[in-house]
């Protein structure tokens, strides 16, 4: 199987337990092709975040990182003034906190966020309606499987509506996931084995290239 390409992470920059220094080395040695840091942001923080992710990767070496950010628990009618942002301030990727049923996610965010078109991906969208998805198809985002408890509760629902997927980690520590177990995932969720590859493999490698 190819390596792994990692979309959601998170470091000390926001939630997450590492510097992005080490959990760039950890994805590294765990044989990823790229690794995205995507710390949580909302307008308070959103400046210092995107920089210090840039100086990270531009200290990095052997590995694909790319500057991202996950917009988090912003009003909707705000969402794309700080997806404009993100981009003005060199984000590679874009990440949208979706409506997931751990978390009190203000109810519009995943259709705001699916009618975007600089967003890349709706992270945990809980019980996204199929309006949504259509308008995020259209758009050209993706949907998360997420391998992060809680969040996973939905997958079955996502991965019935939805063909346009991916699966993350939504590391916070250590948690990286394995292209296997991301396999794991996508089957557990009610893919057969040819679609779950086909979104590991073809659709990550697809972003990818779409944000390099």
Do not use: W
Request: glycine share 8%; proline share 2%; with cysteine.
């Amino acid at each position: 199987m190819n390596k792994r390409i990692e979309f959601h992470t998170h470091t000390i920059l926001s939630d997450g337990a590492l510097l992005p220094s080490e959990l760039i080395r950890r994805a590294y040695v765990a044989d990823h092709e790229a690794i995205a840091i995507t710390d949580h942001v909302d307008f308070s923080n959103i400046d210092s975040v995107i920089r210090a992710t840039k100086r990270a990767a531009e200290g990095s070496s052997g590995i694909e990182v790319v500057v991202g950010a996950e917009i988090t628990h912003v009003v909707p009618e705000k969402i794309p003034k700080l997806v404009g942002k993100a981009k003005a301030l060199g984000a590679q990727l874009i990440i949208v906190h979706g409506e997931t049923t751990a978390e009190p996610v203000a109810l519009g965010t995943n259709k705001a966020a699916a009618g975007v078109s600089d967003v890349n991906i709706i992270a945990h969208p809980g019980l996204v309606s199929e309006e949504d998805v259509e308008l995020a198809n259209q758009n050209g985002i993706y949907l998360e499987l997420t391998a992060r408890c809680g969040h996973n509760v939905t997958n079955g629902h996502v991965a019935k509506i939805a063909s346009n997927l991916l699966v993350n980690s939504d590391c916070h520590g250590t948690e990286l996931i394995t292209n296997a177990e991301a396999e794991q995932i996508a089957r557990g969720a009610g893919l057969n084995e040819a679609k779950a590859l086909r979104l590991i493999r073809r659709n990550a490698t697809s972003l990818l290239n779409k944000i390099l």
